[in-house]
C-alpha cells in the first residue's frame, strides 16, 4: 500500500472519531476471598534474608512449582507448542545443580563458584537458594516467566521470600554453564527465609 493511500485512510479514521473515543468501564472490586487471590494479594518481592537454610522437602516442592511434572504428566506452567525445554538451574549447598522436572532430581552440574556472576547487588548473596532459568531464543522469557511467577506465588503461599532479577552476568553465565548457542540465560531468582 503506498504512503498516500495509508495516510489518507488513517485521517479519515481519525476524523470520523472511531479511534480516539475516551470511554471507560467502571469495574466491581475484584472479590479476593478464594486461596488463590489471597496468595495473589500477598506476593511481593523481598531484598532482605535469614540465614535459615531451605531443606530438601521445600526445595522440591519449589522446583516442581517451576517446573515439575503435574498429575496430568505435562508441566506445571505452560510452554510455546508444548516444546517443554526450559533449563532450571540451581545454585544451592556450593554446588551448581540442573532439575529434572520429570525425575523430581537435582543432578549435580558443576563445583565452580557461579555467584560472581549474580552477585550485582550485594543483598543477593544471602539468599540460600538461587535459581537460573535457561530457555531458547524464541521462547525462554516466556517460559521463565511462567515458571518464576509460580515460584513467586508459592513463596507468598508458604512463607519465603523471593525476588526475580535481571541484574545478572548472563555472558558470563552462558559460558560458565557450557550453553549452547541457541539457548540464553533469561532471569535469576533468589529464595531464602525473610529476614526476621
Same mark, same amino acid.
Given at each position: 500500500? *503506498?504512503?498516500? !493511500?495509508? %495516510?489518507g !485512510?488513517?485521517?479519515?479514521v ?5 479511534v480516539?473515543k475516551?470511554?471507560? !468501564?467502571n469495574l466491581?472490586?475484584?472479590d ?11 506476593r511481593k518481592s523481598? #531484598?532482605? @534474608?535469614?540465614n ?6 521445600e526445595l522440591s516442592n519449589?522446583?516442581w ?5 503435574n498429575?496430568?504428566?505435562? #508441566?506445571?506452567?505452560?510452554?510455546a &507448542?508444548n516444546?517443554q *525445554?526450559? &533449563?532450571?538451574f540451581?545454585f544451592? *549447598?556450593? =554446588?551448581?545443580?540442573e +532439575?529434572?522436572?520429570?525425575e ?10 557461579l555467584m560472581? %556472576?549474580?552477585?550485582?547487588q ?10 537460573? %532459568?535457561v530457555g531458547d531464543k524464541?521462547?525462554?522469557?516466556v517460559?521463565s516467566?511462567?515458571? +518464576?511467577?509460580?515460584?513467586s506465588l508459592? =513463596?507468598?503461599a *508458604?512463607g ?7 541484574? !545478572? ?5 552462558h559460558?560458565a554453564?557450557?550453553?549452547s548457542?541457541d539457548?540464553?540465560?533469561? @532471569?535469576h531468582?533468589?529464595? =531464602? %527465609?525473610?529476614?526476621e
Amino acid at each position: 500500500m *503506498n504512503k498516500k !493511500i495509508f %495516510y489518507g !485512510i488513517l485521517g479519515s479514521v481519525l476524523l470520523n472519531g472511531t479511534v480516539c473515543k475516551a470511554e471507560s !468501564i467502571n469495574l466491581p472490586q475484584p472479590d479476593t476471598s478464594s486461596e488463590l487471590m489471597k496468595i495473589i494479594d500477598a506476593r511481593k518481592s523481598g #531484598r532482605a @534474608y535469614s540465614n535459615k537454610p531451605i531443606d530438601n522437602q521445600e526445595l522440591s516442592n519449589v522446583l516442581w512449582a517451576a517446573f515439575g511434572t503435574n498429575s496430568h504428566g505435562t #508441566r506445571t506452567i505452560p510452554t510455546a &507448542r508444548n516444546q517443554q *525445554n526450559l &533449563r532450571v538451574f540451581v545454585f544451592y *549447598n556450593n =554446588a551448581v545443580w540442573e +532439575y529434572d522436572g520429570k525425575e523430581n532430581v537435582l543432578n549435580k552440574y558443576s563445583d565452580t563458584d557461579l555467584m560472581p %556472576y549474580l552477585t550485582t547487588q550485594e543483598f543477593v548473596k544471602d539468599a540460600p537458594v538461587h535459581i537460573i %532459568y535457561v530457555g531458547d531464543k524464541k521462547y525462554g522469557e516466556v517460559h521463565s516467566g511462567s515458571a +518464576y511467577e509460580n515460584v513467586s506465588l508459592y =513463596a507468598a503461599a *508458604n512463607g519465603l521470600s523471593s525476588v526475580v532479577r535481571g541484574l !545478572i552476568d548472563r555472558d558470563g553465565l552462558h559460558k560458565a554453564l557450557d550453553l549452547s548457542e541457541d539457548e540464553v540465560v533469561t @532471569y535469576h531468582q533468589t529464595l =531464602a %527465609y525473610p529476614q526476621e
